[in-house]
Structure formats: C-alpha cells, structure tokens
T-cell receptor, first 114, second 109 residues
Framework: DVKVTQSSRYLVKRTGEKVFLECVQD?????MFWYRQDPGLGLRLIYF???????EKGDIPEGYSVSREKKERFSLILESASTNQTSMYLC?????????????FGPGTRLTVL | KNEVEQSPQNLTAQEGEFITINCSYSVGISALHWLQQHPGGGIVSLFMLSSGKKKHGRLIATINIQEKHSSLHITASHPRDSAVYICAVRSTSGSRLTFGEGTQLTVNP
C-alpha cells in the first residue's frame, strides 16, 4: 500500500518560531511537492523537488524554504513563523516524467501560528 | 479569473440523487484530475483523464478537450460521498498541477 506520511496532524506554534514540517514517501518517487490549502483559495504550490537536493519555487514560496537530502524525505521550513502562515499543509509525491503521473497526498498538517 | 473554475462551490443532495460537479479550465492541458478530500484533510485521486470518459463504481468522469470542460457525476449518491471534490489540471508545459477551489458536497440520508 503506497504511503505518504507527514510528521504531525496538528501543530501550534508561536510567531517567530522556526517550524519544520516533514514528509516521507515509501514509493521511491522522484517528485515531491508542498502545498498549502486555504478556504476559498484551494491548494497552492509552495515548492517542489524533482530529485535529491533539487528544488523549484512554486506559486507562493515567500516565507518558506525546503530541504531534500534523501529521496524519500522532503521538509518544509518556516524560518520565522507568522500568523498568515496558519493553514493546512499538504505534501504529495509522484513519479517523474510523463504527463499522466498521479500525485499521492499525505494526510495534511494543520498548522496554527499564534 | 482562475485558470480552473469549479461549480457549484457547495452542493447539498438527498441520498439517491444523481450529482454533477463541473470544472472549466482556460489553459492547454495534458491531463485533468478529480480528487476527493474527506474531513480531516487526506486527499485521494479519483480519476485522471486526458480524453473521453472514465467510470469507477458509481463515479463517472468526462472531459471535452475542445470545450475545456470536465464533469464528475455520482450516481445513487450516499452520505459517505460527502466530501470536497477538487478538479486539477496538468498543463502541457510541466508536471505541476493547478487546482480548482473545490466543491463541498453534502449528501443527507
């Protein structure tokens, strides 16, 4: 059974804290993605990675960074959390290449920044 | 205007009703995805389409490439179908997805 896991389902942090969100997939997928989901806005891409140590900015990278040191793990980092980063964060992975590769999603992390 | 527009935003139905959710997009695409998100957040892929029609159980997805439009149909709806249904398109230029805002479906017993 394919699986994408995220380190926390719920997280509460204070403004200014450094926050790490971890995502692990066991499908040997090359591509990994971080999204945030907000009411009325749908899912928006923050960053994605198509290989170890490779990353590309998505549509809303400001205030975030990422790390991909191992193929199975993709971390999202909030260097200094702010209240406007309160959101649902979803990780996904897919095989590289072709236009018909399904993305598999993790369960999501609901982050609240106070 | 969003690249992917879904309608309706909210839909309430009685158990057994036939349901249609629509998705229109404005860019050239290589594939369109329909996703389901239950309360709690997890998203699962229902269909991936590049042409024609696909069926899985009570779910049917169609796409008209010329009209840039897709529909998701649910026959004999059931309360367990209550979820957010999301349309997403993969452009011809890459592997990224662009998502619609989602349709909240509630099926009452």
């Amino acid at each position: 059974d394919v699986k994408v896991t995220q380190s926390s389902r719920y997280l509460v942090k204070r403004t200014g804290e450094k926050v790490f969100l971890e995502c692990v997939q066991d499908m040997d997928h090359e591509n990994m993605f971080w999204y945030r989901q907000d009411p009325g806005l749908g899912l928006r891409l923050i960053y994605f990675s198509y290989d170890v140590k490779m990353k590309e900015k998505g549509d809303i990278p400001e205030g975030y960074s990422v790390s991909r040191e191992k193929k199975e793990r993709f971390s999202l980092i909030l260097e200094s959390a702010s209240t406007n980063q309160t959101s649902m964060y979803l990780c996904a992975s897919s095989l590289r290449g072709g236009n018909h590769n399904e993305q598999f999603f993790g369960p999501g992390t609901r982050l609240t920044v106070l | 205007k969003n690249e992917v527009e879904q309608s309706p935003q909210n839909l309430t139905a009685q158990e057994g009703e036939f349901i249609t959710i629509n998705c229109s997009y404005s860019v050239g695409i290589s594939a369109l995805h329909w996703l389901q998100q239950h309360p709690g957040g997890g998203i699962v892929s229902l269909f991936m389409l590049s042409s024609g029609k696909k069926k899985h159980g009570r779910l049917i997805a169609t796409i008209n490439i010329q009209e840039k439009h897709s529909s998701l149909h649910i026959t004999a709806s059931h309360p367990r179908d209550s979820a957010v249904y999301i349309c997403a398109v993969r452009s011809t230029s890459g592997s990224r997805l662009t998502f619609g805002e989602g349709t909240q479906l509630t099926v009452n017993p």
